[in-house]
């Protein structure tokens, strides 16, 4: 298969898989060498100063602790979180008025909502097993307004509601966006820096681990050989990711900035609902937006994915497979999408963190 390019050379020697390892986030190390260009490309997005996108840093490495004691504190209620990075504020919506008071005690705005996060992602399971129709090529969940947002191509209205009608669904837990582009993998290679497979296809480094990098899964499958090592394991579709060992190369913690630098990774904290992120691409350079969804669906077609990141962050044929990034904390892989980075465009990435723990990996960090 045909895969896109970008992302870091990241080689090792060989060595064991350690265990998977999600190291803690902080305030003061949300900007702790993060790379210049990064930040210049989120102020760029924020329309704001480097100082000010180094205080966005801070306030979404605050936010994720008091969104993770938020989802603790808010049991079944849970609803879901998302931040105003304008106004600094983490929102939490819960289904009851208990939920909604420990939310506030925890710091959060609280938001009165009538679907818990649990009930939504249960409509999206059935849907999941369901004879999804061909005009529906994605589904996310919409923590803001509460729902779960079936997307519909053109001219596919009726079909699709006919369909979400099956699901048995409470009213107003499911919204037909309609218009939608059917995503596919980012997989025309442009150049830039890339490994090959087998001689016949190229792709890039998503994160270096110990023993090797992950990368996405539609690049190559288990035993196929690359420039600096052998797929370890993949999977696609139903997921998008893969490890690639490399037995004569040293992996570095960090990512190339494609200007003669590179990004530092920190850890792999995962930024909330609304928090901004970049993508750094082979054929576009640094692009940046938010965050609009986790445990994402879409249907290449090669087959569907799930539980992917939903951004609107552009990307574009060879930028598949590289690195996604919340200051200096990584987040994913780059999956696949529409649009472009001229018009905007919606991107989907596998969580870092789903790969580690998959395979037993250990995040390289510096």
């Known amino acids: 298969m045909g895969a896109a390019a970008l992302g870091l050379f990241l080689t090792t020697a060989a060595t064991a898989p350690a265990l998977a390892q999600t190291p803690t986030s902080s305030p003061d190390a949300a900007v702790d060498g993060v790379d210049a260009q990064l930040l210049q490309a989120m102020a760029a997005d924020l329309g704001t100063d480097v100082a000010g996108a180094q205080d ?3 306030f ?12 603790a504190v808010s049991g079944d209620a849970f609803a879901g979180t998302w931040l105003d990075e304008s106004t600094r504020t983490v929102y939490a919506a819960a289904t009851t008025d208990a939920a909604r008071e420990a939310a506030a005690d925890a710091g959060a705005v609280p938001v009165a909502a009538e679907h ?4 939504l992602e249960a409509i999206a399971a059935r849907l999941e097993t369901s004879p999804v129709p061909d005009v529906i090529p994605s589904w996310w969940i919409d923590v803001e307004q509460n729902d779960l947002v079936v997307d519909v191509v053109t001219g596919g209205d009726q079909a699709a509601a006919d369909f979400v009608a099956t699901l048995d669904a409470p009213a107003g837990a499911v919204r037909l966006e309609t218009g939608a ?7 025309t290679i442009q150049g830039g820096i890339a490994y090959n497979i087998n001689n016949q296809s190229r792709c ?16 190559g499958v288990a035993g196929d050989s690359t420039t600096y090592g052998t797929f370890q394991g993949s999977s696609f579709p139903g997921n998008d990711y893969a490890w690639v060992s490399t037995p004569n190369h040293t992996p570095v913690g960090s990512v190339s900035n494609y200007s003669g630098g590179s990004v530092a990774v920190k850890g792999s904290t ?19 937006g938010q965050i609009q969804g986790y445990n994402s669906t879409v249907r290449y077609s090669e087959g569907s994915v799930s539980g992917l990141i939903r951004t609107n962050v552009c990307a574009e044929p060879g930028d598949s497979g590289g690195s996604l990034l919340a200051g200096n904390q990584a987040q994913g892989v780059t999956s696949g999408g529409s649009g472009n980075c001229s018009s905007g465009g919606t991107t989907y990435f596998q969580p870092v963190n789903e790969i580690l723990q998959a395979y037993g990996l250990r995040l390289l960090t510096s």
Do not use: I, M
């Not at 818990?116 to 009930?119: A, E, N």
């Not at 582009?181 to 997989?187: D, S, V």
């Not at 995962?270 to 691409?281: D, M, N, P």
């Open 56 to 58: 966005v840093l801070r």
């Open 270 to 288: 995962a930024a909330a609902v609304g928090a901004t992120v970049c993508r750094s691409g082979s054929t576009t350079g640094w692009h940046c």
């Open 60 to 71: 979404q490495a605050d936010a994720a602790g008091t969104a993770d004691e938020v989802a």
């Open 116 to 119: 818990s996060l649990d009930d």
């Open 181 to 187: 582009e059917a995503p596919e993998t980012f997989a």
């Open 204 to 219: 890039s480094v998503g994160f270096a681990v110990q023993g090797g990098f992950v990368t996405a899964g539609h690049c």
